[in-house]
């Protein structure tokens, strides 16, 4: 069992940054890719960002590709969403999730690929 606890979340105006964080609770964290998701309000979770378990790897939704930045440290067992020029409709709650350890598979892009999920995050952009 891995437990992920997002933080870094607010209000914001647009244009400005937010670096979302997820600290896991074990030490295998190094094994997992890691994703992040969002869900706007009314919206089904979509994808925004994974990067593979050693952290060579990135993957992005177009929409978000030269803003949101993935990144990983495996000795903290933390992984990051660096947010940059955040817009209005980057409004939603933010969510951490961690696949399987090693996955041979990449990019892992669908929900049902991950296997623990943190509580979610707020963010809000304000126009």
């Known amino acids: 069992q891995v437990q992920l606890v997002e933080s870094g979340g607010g209000l914001v105006q647009a244009g400005g940054s937010l670096r979302l964080s997820c600290a896991a609770s074990r030490r295998t964290f190094s094994s997992y890719t890691m994703g992040w998701f969002r869900q706007a309000p009314g919206k089904e979770r979509e994808f925004v960002a994974a990067i593979n378990w050693n952290g060579v790897s990135t993957y992005y939704i177009d929409s978000v590709k030269g803003q949101f930045t993935i990144s990983r440290d495996n000795a903290k067992n933390t992984a990051y969403l660096q947010m940059n020029s955040l817009k209005p409709e980057d409004t939603a709650v933010y969510y951490c999730?961690?696949?399987?350890?090693?996955?041979?598979?990449?990019?892992?892009?669908?929900?049902?690929?991950?296997?623990?999920w943190g509580q979610g995050t707020q963010v809000t952009v304000s126009s």
């Open positions: 999730a961690a696949g399987p350890p090693y996955s041979s598979t990449w990019p892992l892009s669908r929900s049902h690929q991950y296997n623990y």
